[in-house]
């Protein structure tokens, strides 16, 4: 196991070298002088031109810049943002919290509705419920969700008027000073009458939004799984012990398919992730996808080099886990 | 032997045949290849069917309902945008566009990443593992973000949208022909060819890879509609096909404002991206079931 786990260690250092390379190349491609594009100020003298040129390291040689680059990475030094002069590393921890509970209810969202949902057609293999959710699976993960979340907003928001249109939480009305970033538990943890209340309102919108390919995913794998386990000895010999049908199911069947449940969740990370760009700009959540975005129209170059950096090696590290909890409950991957 | 009358059956079916038969047991696939083509007539002859230009704009015309709401005009069917430019022919062109998109990404990460795939298996050893670990690179970088990063440095556009959409995609086809050919090398008619004397150029693309074919292509009929729904994304956050192009992302970015006073203007391109991609995808499984009963999912 241990060696195992080495190995899947050592072969994640190469990623992270090439994916700090292709960022340190990449604003360097922008178009315009390096300095202007990394300052942000246009038609600078050449005086301040050489000076920045020096501060920036831009004299030195291309591959001592980059080791330069590695190195400050490797200090936790990500750059400093244009737009805010912070830097990038503190508005992207400042802002991940919210990405980070908007994926999470997102994922549970999927996860709670999607198995049940696929074990039942699987039983009911054939059915209408089965053909109805096969259905809209297929439109599942066809789904455009930025237009989903807009014809949401459409129908429940401005139609039904039964949830907020942006934001988090009603800032008119609550405030507090976040405890763990996680606004459904500072609400609880803030004590003000309505706030949880609020901010489960602001999350339900868009939580279904983000949550719908997952969902779709989850439910089809399931369904096949299961089917697949159902027609197994062990589940003959269990109805032959005359167990219950739920018993044979629950306990017999549906373990063992969800191994490949357990893999189809973990590999949506990196979808979620994307997924979160495009739902936290039409709800207006203060994530890192909207910041990401953001930082595009201000041409904040610096943040969105850093920002992509601590996205990738994020799930860079998400996949290494999800690999290594798998290789935990399969020995056969282990060993392959 | 003009004679003797064998039942139809004992003769081996052709390849199309035997696929067709396969394929129209789906009534998804054929309801969705119905769709699909349907679109593609709509996209080839948009220049005769859709009633106007895409970038015409009719003066005191804006905003109008579908024909069939209050307020709506006969000549403009699906109603008029906040230009005043007719829905019906700005779908109409966004299709042609949508299609081109999906089937350009397609084509160029398949031709490439066959290359790639096929290079990497033969070739084995450094150039393997470097190009492995490449992909692995662009596969840990989340798909929409990995082209926002190639947009924001090329500059938003229709090209730079295919470019950021074709090397999002890339891995698959590349791993997925890498993983085939290397299934195939063990296998006896491999050596035999290799023994005859077939150059390594010959063995790669006429030996191995039709042998590779029937997996890749459910994939890139898969990567079609995936890629229309990322160059959609791009489009709607602003970084793909700029105005006035009537690209079916972009037009929902344009319509957002006009969710509370509008709402069709919104709801219809939309509707189009889900129509097309689910279409594209039914097909593609019945692609699947039809031509990989491997990869059948029961």
Same mark, same amino acid.
């Given at each position: 196991?241990?060696?195992?786990?080495?190995?899947?260690?050592?072969?994640?250092?190469?990623?992270?070298?090439?994916?700090?390379?292709?960022?340190?190349?990449?604003?360097?491609?922008?178009?315009?002088?390096?300095?202007?594009?990394?300052?942000?100020?246009?038609?600078?003298?050449?005086?301040?031109?050489?000076?920045?040129?020096?501060?920036?390291?831009?004299?030195?040689?291309?591959?001592?810049?980059?080791?330069?680059?590695?190195?400050?990475?490797?200090?936790?030094?990500?750059?400093?943002?244009?737009?805010?002069?912070?830097?990038?590393?503190?508005?992207?921890?400042?802002?991940?919290?919210?990405?980070?509970?908007?994926?999470?209810?997102?994922?549970?969202?999927?996860?709670?509705?999607?198995?049940?949902?696929?074990?039942?057609?699987?039983?009911?293999?054939?059915?209408?419920?089965?053909?109805?959710?096969?259905?809209?699976?297929?439109?599942?993960?066809?789904?455009?969700?930025?237009?989903?979340?807009?014809?949401?907003?459409?129908?429940?928001?401005?139609?039904?008027?039964? +949830?907020?249109?942006?934001?988090?939480?009603?800032?008119?009305?609550?405030?507090?000073?976040? +405890?763990?970033?996680?606004?459904?538990?500072?609400?609880?943890?803030?004590?003000?009458?309505?706030?949880?209340?609020?901010?489960?309102?602001?999350?339900?919108?868009?939580?279904?939004?983000?949550?719908?390919?997952?969902?779709?995913?989850?439910?089809?794998? +399931?369904?096949?799984?299961?089917?697949?386990?159902?027609?197994?000895?062990?589940?003959?010999?269990?109805?032959?012990?005359?167990?219950?049908?739920?018993?044979?199911?629950?306990?017999?069947?549906?373990?063992?398919?969800?191994?490949?449940?357990?893999?189809?969740?973990?590999?949506?990370?990196?979808?979620?992730?994307?997924?979160?760009?495009? +739902?936290?700009?039409?709800?207006?959540?203060?994530?890192?996808?909207?910041?990401?975005?953001?930082?595009?129209?201000?041409?904040?170059?610096?943040?969105?080099?850093?920002?992509?950096?601590?996205?990738?090696?994020?799930?860079?590290?998400?996949?290494?886990?999800?690999?290594?909890?798998?290789?935990?409950?399969?020995?056969?991957?282990?060993?392959? | 032997?003009?004679?003797?009358?064998?039942?139809?059956?004992?003769?081996?079916?052709?390849?199309?045949?035997?696929?067709?038969?396969?394929?129209?047991?789906?009534?998804?696939?054929?309801?969705?290849?119905?769709?699909?083509?349907?679109?593609?007539?709509?996209?080839?002859?948009?220049?005769?069917?859709?009633?106007?230009?895409?970038?015409?704009?009719?003066?005191?015309?804006?905003?109008?309902?579908?024909?069939?709401?209050?307020?709506?005009?006969?000549?403009?069917?699906?109603?008029?945008?906040?230009?005043?430019?007719?829905?019906?022919?700005?779908?109409?062109?966004?299709?042609?566009?949508?299609?081109?998109?999906?089937?350009?990404?397609?084509?160029?990460?398949?031709?490439?990443?066959?290359?790639?795939?096929?290079?990497?298996?033969?070739?084995?050893?450094?150039?393997?593992?470097?190009?492995?670990?490449?992909?692995?690179?662009?596969?840990?970088?989340?798909?929409?973000?990995?082209?926002?990063?190639?947009?924001?440095?090329?500059?938003?556009?229709?090209?730079?949208?295919? *470019?950021?959409?074709?090397? *999002?995609?890339?891995?698959?086809?590349?791993?997925?022909?890498?993983?085939?050919?290397?299934?195939?090398?063990?296998?006896?008619?491999?050596?035999?060819?290799?023994?005859?004397?077939?150059?390594?150029?010959?063995?790669?693309?006429?030996? *191995?890879?039709?042998?590779?074919?029937?997996?890749?292509? *459910?994939?890139?009929?898969?990567?079609?509609?995936?890629?229309?729904?990322?160059?959609?994304?791009?489009?709607?956050?602003?970084?793909?096909?700029?105005?006035?192009?009537?690209?079916?992302?972009?037009?929902?970015?344009?319509?957002?404002?006009?969710?509370?006073?509008?709402?069709?203007?919104?709801?219809?391109?939309?509707?189009?991206?889900?129509?097309?991609?689910?279409?594209?995808?039914?097909?593609?499984?019945?692609?699947?079931?039809?031509?990989?009963?491997?990869?059948?999912?029961?």
């Amino acid at each position: 196991m241990i060696k195992f786990i080495l190995r899947r260690l050592l072969l994640t250092i190469p990623t992270f070298v090439a994916l700090m390379f292709v960022t340190f190349i990449a604003i360097r491609l922008v178009p315009g002088d390096p300095v202007e594009v990394r300052t942000g100020e246009h038609g600078i003298s050449p005086e301040r031109l050489a000076y920045f040129r020096h501060e920036l390291g831009l004299d030195q040689p291309v591959w001592k810049q980059f080791l330069d680059y590695v190195w400050q990475l490797l200090h936790g030094d990500f750059g400093v943002s244009l737009s805010s002069n912070e830097k990038v590393l503190t508005e992207f921890l400042t802002l991940f919290p919210a990405t980070l509970e908007l994926s999470l209810v997102a994922i549970l969202f999927a996860v709670i509705l999607g198995i049940p949902a696929g074990v039942f057609a699987a039983v009911k293999r054939g059915s209408w419920f089965d053909h109805t959710l096969m259905g809209a699976a297929v439109a599942g993960f066809s789904m455009p969700i930025f237009w989903w979340g807009l014809l949401l907003i459409m129908l429940v928001s401005e139609g039904w008027h039964l +949830t907020p249109v942006a934001g988090r939480i009603d800032m008119i009305k609550y405030y507090f000073e976040p +405890t763990t970033g996680f606004m459904l538990i500072d609400s609880l943890l803030s004590d003000q009458k309505g706030a949880f209340l609020s901010a489960v309102h602001h999350l339900v919108l868009p939580m279904i939004v983000l949550g719908t390919v997952p969902l779709a995913v989850i439910a089809r794998m +399931t369904r096949s799984s299961m089917l697949e386990v159902l027609s197994e000895d062990y589940v003959r010999t269990a109805r032959a012990k005359g167990l219950s049908e739920f018993r044979v199911i629950s306990l017999h069947a549906l373990r063992n398919a969800l191994i490949p449940v357990v893999t189809v969740v973990g590999l949506q990370v990196g979808g979620l992730l994307a997924g979160a760009v495009l +739902t936290e700009t039409i709800f207006s959540w203060p994530g890192v996808g909207k910041w990401l975005i953001d930082s595009i129209g201000r041409r904040d170059y610096p943040a969105l080099q850093g920002g992509i950096l601590l996205i990738s090696s994020l799930v860079i590290i998400v996949n290494l886990l999800v690999d290594l909890l798998y290789g935990a409950i399969n020995p056969r991957i282990r060993h392959g | 032997m003009a004679n003797v009358t064998t039942p139809a059956t004992a003769q081996p079916a052709g390849p199309f045949v035997a696929f067709w038969s396969a394929f129209s047991q789906n009534r998804g696939a054929v309801g969705g290849l119905v769709i699909l083509l349907t679109i593609i007539i709509l996209a080839v002859f948009a220049d005769w069917i859709a009633p106007y230009s895409a970038i015409e704009q009719f003066r005191g015309m804006t905003k109008l309902p579908p024909a069939w709401a209050e307020g709506g005009d006969k000549h403009f069917w699906l109603g008029t945008d906040a230009l005043g430019r007719d829905m019906l022919s700005r779908l109409i062109y966004g299709a042609r566009i949508s299609l081109f998109i999906g089937l350009s990404v397609m084509s160029v990460s398949v031709a490439i990443g066959i290359t790639l795939g096929l290079v990497a298996a033969f070739m084995g050893g450094a150039v393997d593992s470097v190009l492995m670990r490449i992909m692995d690179l662009i596969m840990s970088i989340p798909s929409l973000v990995l082209a926002i990063l190639v947009v924001s440095i090329l500059g938003p556009s229709l090209t730079n949208t295919i *470019v950021a959409v074709s090397v *999002v995609y890339l891995p698959n086809y590349v791993r997925l022909v890498r993983g085939s050919a290397l299934a195939e090398f063990g296998k006896d008619y491999i050596i035999a060819a290799k023994v005859a004397g077939v150059g390594p150029i010959r063995l790669m693309f006429v030996t *191995v890879l039709p042998n590779c074919l029937a997996p890749l292509i *459910v994939q890139a009929a898969l990567g079609v509609s995936n890629a229309i729904l990322e160059a959609a994304a791009l489009g709607f956050l602003g970084l793909g096909a700029q105005p006035p192009t009537p690209e079916w992302g972009a037009m929902l970015a344009d319509a957002r404002e006009f969710i509370r006073s509008n709402p069709w203007i919104v709801t219809l391109p939309g509707l189009a991206i889900l129509v097309s991609v689910v279409s594209i995808n039914l097909f593609g499984d019945g692609l699947r079931d039809a031509l990989d009963p491997k990869l059948r999912r029961s």
